[in-house]
C-alpha cells in the first residue's frame, strides 16, 4: 500500500468531505510543476506554477475531483529546433476510491483505479494525463516551419532561398574529373 506525503504539492486531504455523499467543496490552488510534466520537446519546466481550480466532491464510494489547470510550456520546434513558449489550459475528472470501499483483491493490477489513502488523495497522475494528452505531438515554433537543411543544417526560416549545388554522385566523380581535365 502506497503513503502519501500530506505535504506534497499535489496531495490534497478530503477528511473536511466527511465521507458525506453530496457534501462538496472548491480549491484555488497555485503549485510547482513535477519534473517531466509535457512530453520529451514540449513541457511545463518543473517547479514552475501550475494555476488550479478544483472541485471535490463527495460519492458513494470516493471523491470525484473536477478541475482546471494552466501552466506555461517550454520546448523547442522539431523541425527547426528553435526555443517554443506556449501555454496550456486542460480539464480534467477523476473518481478517487476510498482505499476501505474495494478490496485489494478485487482490484485488478491492469485496472485503471485511482485509490485515496487514509482520506488523501494524488492528483498528479490525473494532471499528468490531462497536460500530456492536451499537447501537440510535434509541436512547430511556426505552422509553416520549413525546418533546417538536410546538407547543411541551415535555418531555412531564415534564409528562404537557402540552396546548394547539386551534389555529384560518388559513383560518376571519376568520369567528371575526366570531362573536366578534356577542357
Given amino acids: 500500500m502506497t503513503h502519501l506525503d500530506p505535504r506534497a504539492p499535489l496531495v490534497i486531504d478530503t477528511r473536511d468531505l466527511s465521507r458525506r455523499p453530496g457534501s462538496q467543496r472548491e480549491l484555488s490552488l497555485t503549485v510547482p510543476a513535477p519534473a517531466d510534466l509535457g512530453i520529451e520537446v514540449l513541457a ?33 520546434c522539431v523541425r527547426c529546433l528553435e526555443p517554443i513558449e506556449d501555454e496550456v489550459e486542460v480539464t480534467f475528472q477523476q473518481l478517487f ?45 511556426e505552422p509553416d516551419c520549413p525546418g533546417l537543411c538536410p546538407d547543411c543544417g541551415a535555418r531555412l526560416a531564415d534564409d528562404p532561398d537557402h540552396h546548394h549545388e547539386t551534389a555529384i554522385d560518388p559513383r560518376w566523380a571519376s568520369l567528371t574529373a575526366l570531362a573536366e581535365g578534356d577542357e
Fill in 97 to 141: 476510491m476510498y482505499d476501505d470501499t474495494r478490496d485489494a483483491e478485487t482490484i485488478d493490477e491492469d485496472e485503471d483505479v485511482a485509490v485515496m489513502h487514509d482520506d488523501l488523495l494524488d492528483l498528479e497522475p490525473a494532471l499528468r494525463d490531462a497536460v500530456v494528452l492536451a499537447l501537440p505531438f510535434q509541436p512547430l515554433c
Fill in 44 to 76: 511545463v519546466p518543473e517547479g514552475d506554477p501550475v494555476d488550479l481550480e478544483l472541485r471535490l466532491e463527495a460519492v458513494m464510494d470516493g471523491v470525484l475531483v473536477t478541475g482546471a489547470a494552466q501552466a506555461d510550456l517550454a520546448g523547442e
